[in-house]
């Protein structure tokens, strides 16, 4: 069994862009999105994907994650609610982690939301200065919740 250990920041500045990748696209779409379980699907650049998580708890959640042919993945993103996450994802590696930097477009645009995915819930790490308020348990901030409560509408 999968385990998803992950937090989520907002940002202070654009100072991670210098140390930044040159990023992906990724659409993703959600076959089903209720809180006890979503099941995603994502194309990033070439490659399909398809996700099942299960409920968060404090900040830890089951994660079933597989590749699937791009062909398919396209097609069931035609399956998905509405509207499609749009996002280019950068990373950025810093002591031994490796921050995940996703910058909305489409209804989402103008939201930037730093992700760092953990060993366990106690691990303790450095954020870098271009980090700021957590945003982990807020489930505004969760892809799956965008979809009914896109960022362009939050006033």
């Not at 140390?19 to 209720?34: F, M, P, W």
Request: hydrophobic share 35%.
């Amino acid at each position: 069994m999968g385990l998803e250990i992950e937090r989520k920041f907002l940002l202070k500045s654009d100072e991670w862009k210098v140390e930044a990748d040159h990023g992906l696209q990724i659409k993703q779409g959600y076959l089903n999105s209720v809180i006890e379980r979503t099941v995603r699907v994502r194309v990033i650049g070439d490659k399909g994907m398809l996700t099942v998580k299960g409920k968060t708890n404090n900040l830890t959640r089951k994660e079933f994650e597989y590749e699937i042919p791009y062909e398919e993945a396209i097609s069931l993103l035609e399956l998905c609610e509405r509207p499609i996450i749009e996002k280019k994802r950068y990373l950025v590696k810093r002591n031994d982690l490796i921050w995940e930097i996703d910058v909305f477009d489409g209804e989402n645009k103008g939201l930037v939301i730093a992700e760092v995915e953990l060993d366990s819930e106690a691990q303790r790490f450095l954020t870098p200065n271009w980090i700021g308020e957590e945003v982990s348990q807020e489930s505004k901030y969760y892809n799956s919740s965008l979809l009914s409560n896109p960022y362009n509408t939050w006033g």
